[in-house]
């Protein structure tokens, strides 16, 4: 997906999770289903963030029902025509609502993600939440755990500098400049005028270096929109 969608579907989870912890639900809702916040309820909140079309959302939603993260319901049966020689056995979601699978609370709660990737993955930590990728190699150095505090913007753009310092890319006044022109505008949630800025600092450097960055852009749109 898209850095758009990746991050709708991203705020989706967070949503269901919030509500799922908050309903204190067990593991059995789980594996069986339940009802879940209303699809609508859920796009209307997350749009409100304005970064997001009424495609982004359904994509986002639709990806998330490919890779088995969620479900929709109620469920019902195929209404057969009594006069017809024809009938159909089984049924179709209503997609009324939306509810977590046991897969989509794993890859939403950020402690699961920290103990899959604990052998060999590198942890980023950023205050309002945990952030995992593959274990990265910066420069010389081999980085197990990196942090910083998102509410801090000045601390921000030094970490996304020095990212880009270690992985060999120039940085300078103007970068400094655009960088935190770039943290100040995820802060306000405008993702389109992120994208571009973000792909001409980063589009270079190595995929462990970009997923990185990216998960702190991530993190702070999240943290504005209110899903962390």
Known sequence: MSEALDIAAEAILANLLKDFTQRSLGSDALHSGYIGPTISAIKHEILASEDYTNVDFDLALKQLEEQRFVDTGPW???????????????????REYVYLTE???????????????????????????TFNQSQI????????????????????????????KRSGQPVDDAARSHITEMVSNANAGNLATVKPVFQRFFGAVGDGVKQIAWGVITAIITKQIGMS
């Open 76 to 94: 019902k049966a195929f209404e057969n025509d009594p006069y017809s020689s024809v009938v159909f056995i089984g049924g179709f979601s209503a």
């Open 137 to 164: 190699g910066i420069g010389d150095n081999v980085h197990q755990h990196l942090s910083v505090d998102i509410s801090n913007d000045a601390a921000t753009v030094d970490y996304l500098l020095d990212l880009l």
């Open 103 to 129: 897969r989509g609370y794993r890859q939403a709660k950020p402690s699961s993600r920290t103990r899959d990737s604990s052998q060999s993955g590198a942890s980023v930590h950023i205050s309002g939440g």
